[in-house]
């Protein structure tokens, strides 16, 4: 059973652009919710995290809309720029639960056109 | 990937041969994990580790064996290969308590012929 699903698979957008990444949870203890960035050949590296008693957080062009009732929430890059072409992967965990950490979506391949 | 180093980086094995990734932590942190990547399939966590030599089955353990002999190292076994492992290995640690962060090395990527 899939926990969390990520949606776009792949997306490519213009220079400038805005892509958005959508995630939606099932389990209601989830309680943070990060985004990893992935560049080719590199591992997964945190990028922003959200928890849920705030409706969004800001960092720089990257922002975390988070939808508690609707058990959802997104990742906006502003002004995209080719430097940001890279897998970007949802996550959530239950920090009160066990220590197998995060669940992970299964990635979003963003591709920021010149 | 500061903190965080896997080896080896690439490894070709035919099936049936046996293996060991090597993850190593210089972040002092309790927490480890082996996570594999494939595809359209994202990252599934194989095992982890909450202390020295103490380990746990993740979502896809079959196959797998793992060690944490030393706080420092995470070792992941492959004792008879399949073509069905043939993936990115990535190694994550993260400090124990309410420290959600999990840091990940660059990665193992094993092809099993």
């Known amino acids: 059973q899939q926990q969390v699903k990520q949606s776009p698979q792949s997306l490519i957008v213009q220079k400038g652009g805005i892509p958005i990444i959508n995630c939606a949870y099932e389990n209601t203890a989830f309680d943070y919710f990060p985004w990893y960035q992935q560049f080719p050949g590199k591992g997964p590296a945190l990028l922003i995290a959200?928890?849920?008693?705030?409706s969004e957080k800001k960092e720089g062009r990257f922002t975390i809309s988070f939808n508690k009732s609707a058990k959802q929430f997104s990742l906006h890059i502003m002004d995209s720029q080719p430097g940001d072409s890279a897998t970007y992967f949802c996550?959530?965990?239950?920090?009160?639960?066990?220590?197998?950490?995060?669940?992970f979506g299964k990635g979003t391949h963003l591709i920021i056109q010149p | 990937n500061a903190g965080v180093t896997q080896t080896p980086k690439f490894r070709v094995l035919k099936t049936g041969q046996s293996m060991t990734l090597l993850c190593a932590q210089d972040?002092?942190?309790?927490?480890m994990y082996w996570y594999r990547q494939d595809p359209g399939m994202g990252l599934r966590l194989i095992h982890y580790s909450v202390g020295e030599g103490t380990t746990a089955k993740g979502e896809v353990p079959d196959g797998y064996n793992v060690s944490r002999l030393k706080k420092q190292n995470f070792l992941l076994g492959l004792e008879s290969a399949a073509p069905s492992q043939t993936s990115v290995y990535f190694c994550?640690?993260?400090?124990?308590?309410?420290?959600?962060?999990?840091?990940f090395g660059a990665g193992t990527r094993l092809s099993v012929l």
């Open positions: 959200i928890r849920p008693d705030v």
């Open positions: 994550a640690t993260r400090q124990g308590g309410a420290k959600n962060i999990q840091y």
């Open positions: 972040m002092n942190h309790e927490y």
């Open positions: 996550a959530a965990e239950n920090s009160g639960g066990g220590a197998d950490g995060l669940t």
